[in-house]
T-cell receptor, first 114, second 115 residues
Framework: AQSVTQLGSHVSVSEGALVLLRCNYS??????LFWYVQYPNQGLQLLLK??????LVKGINGFEAEFKKSETSFHLTKPSAHMRDAAEYFC????????????FGAGTTVTVRA | EPEVTQTPSHQVTQMGQEVILRCVPI?????FYWYRQILGQKVEFLVS????????KSEIFDDQFSVERPDGSNFTLKIRSTKLEDSAMYFC?????????????FGPGTRLTVL
C-alpha cells in the first residue's frame, strides 16, 4: 500500500525566509504525489502534483516541489514565506495502478512570524 | 470558480443517532469521495462513488455507513447509529475522472461531534 510520511508536525518560519516541508513516500514504484494546503475553515486545495513528467514541479502561490526517486522524497519549498502562507499542508499519494483514493500524510502546520 | 460545498459545517449529535452529511460536488464531475480526519490524525479515505455505485471503500466504511446520490447534484454520507469514535471532520471531494493523477477537489468539511 502507498503511504507518505511528513517530517515535522509544525514548522515556524520568519516572513521572507525559506519554507521547506518534508515528505517521503513508501512505494516500490514511483507513485503520483500531491501537496494540498488547508487554510482555516476552508477545504483542501491542490498546490501541485507530480505525475511522472518533470521532476521539478511548480505550483500555485510560489511553491514548488522536487521528486527525488533516489531519496523517495517530494519535499515542498517556497523561497520567501509570506504571512498568507500560514496554513496546514498535506502531502498525499495515489497508486499508479489505478486506486482512486489518496493516502495522506499527517500534515504540517506552518506559522509565519512577522 | 466552481467549488465543492458541504452542509452543515458543524453537526452535533447524540450517540446512537443517525446523521446525514451533505455535499454538492462540482457539476461536471463524475467521481465522488468521502474522507475523514479524526482530530490529531491523518486524513483517511472512506469511500469512492461512480455511476451510482461504490467503486472502493476502506475498512472504516462498515455497515453503519452508506452513501447516496439522491438527485443530480447532492452526494450524501449517512451514519446509521453514530459512535463516539465517529467524531471527526468529514470531507467530500469530487474529480472529473477516476484516474489516479487527477485532482480531487475538496469541500470545506463537516465537523461531526458525537456526544
Amino acid at each position: 500500500a502507498q503511504s507518505v510520511t511528513q517530517l515535522g508536525s509544525h514548522v515556524s518560519v520568519s516572513e521572507g525566509a525559506l519554507v521547506l516541508l518534508r515528505c517521503n513516500y513508501s512505494s516500490s514504484v514511483p507513485p503520483y504525489l500531491f501537496w494540498y494546503v488547508q487554510y482555516p475553515n476552508q477545504g483542501l486545495q491542490l498546490l501541485l502534483k507530480y505525475t511522472s513528467a518533470a521532476t521539478l514541479v511548480k505550483g500555485i502561490n510560489g511553491f514548488e516541489a522536487e521528486f527525488k526517486k533516489s531519496e523517495t522524497s517530494f519535499h515542498l519549498t517556497k523561497p520567501s514565506a509570506h504571512m498568507r502562507d500560514a496554513a496546514e499542508y498535506f502531502c498525499a499519494v495515489s497508486d499508479p495502478g489505478g486506486d482512486y483514493k489518496l493516502s495522506f500524510g499527517a500534515g504540517t502546520t506552518v506559522t509565519v512570524r512577522a | 470558480e466552481p467549488e465543492v460545498t458541504q452542509t452543515p459545517s458543524h453537526q452535533v449529535t447524540q450517540m446512537g443517532q443517525e446523521v446525514i452529511l451533505r455535499c454538492v460536488p462540482i457539476s461536471n464531475h463524475l467521481y465522488f469521495y468521502w474522507y475523514r480526519q479524526i482530530l490529531g490524525q491523518k486524513v483517511e479515505f472512506l469511500v469512492s462513488f461512480y455511476n451510482n455505485e461504490i467503486s472502493e471503500k476502506s475498512e472504516i466504511f462498515d455497515d453503519q455507513f452508506s452513501v447516496e446520490r439522491p438527485d443530480g447534484s447532492n452526494f450524501t454520507l449517512k451514519i446509521r447509529s453514530t459512535k463516539l469514535e465517529d467524531s471527526a471532520m468529514y470531507f467530500c471531494a469530487s474529480s472529473e475522472s477516476g484516474l489516479p493523477y487527477n485532482e480531487q477537489f475538496f469541500g470545506p468539511g463537516t465537523r461531526l461531534t458525537v456526544l
